[in-house]
């Protein structure tokens, strides 16, 4: 069983950044793959970002290539989104979420096991 807890998210302008936080629990946090999601208002639970359980193995959404980075460290049991430029259209709660890791990354909410409970990002014009 890991438990995920997501900090970090906040009030920012548009074109401001912002670093999202996951801490997991448990002592097998590297045979984990990790992901970022999102849900805006009104609106499905989308994939962001994805990182295997070895860190060598990324994947974004293609609405925030470029200006999201996802990362991790698993000596400290915690996964990071970085985002820059941000945009209004990027305010949503951003749940952190694990899969096991198999050696690829996985973008379907469905196939994620653990889930945290969320962290709102608002993104001011």
């Known amino acids: 069983q890991v438990q995920l807890v997501e900090s970090g998210g906040g009030l920012v302008q548009a074109g401001g950044s912002l670093r999202l936080t996951c801490a997991a629990s448990?002592?097998?946090?590297?045979?984990?793959?990790m992901g970022w999601f999102r849900q805006a208002p009104g609106k499905e639970r989308e994939f962001v970002a994805a990182i295997g359980g070895n860190a060598g193995t990324t994947n974004y959404a293609d609405s925030v290539k470029g200006r999201f980075a996802i990362s991790r460290d698993n000596a400290k049991n915690t996964v990071y989104l970085q985002m820059n430029s941000l945009k209004p259209e990027d305010t949503a709660v951003y749940y952190c979420?694990?899969?096991?890791?198999?050696?690829?990354?996985?973008?379907?909410?469905?196939?994620?096991?653990?889930w945290g409970q969320g962290t709102q990002v608002t993104v001011s014009s």
């Open positions: 448990g002592r097998t946090f590297s045979t984990y793959g």
């Open positions: 979420a694990g899969f096991i890791w198999l050696g690829f990354v996985i973008t379907r909410r469905n196939q994620y096991a653990y």
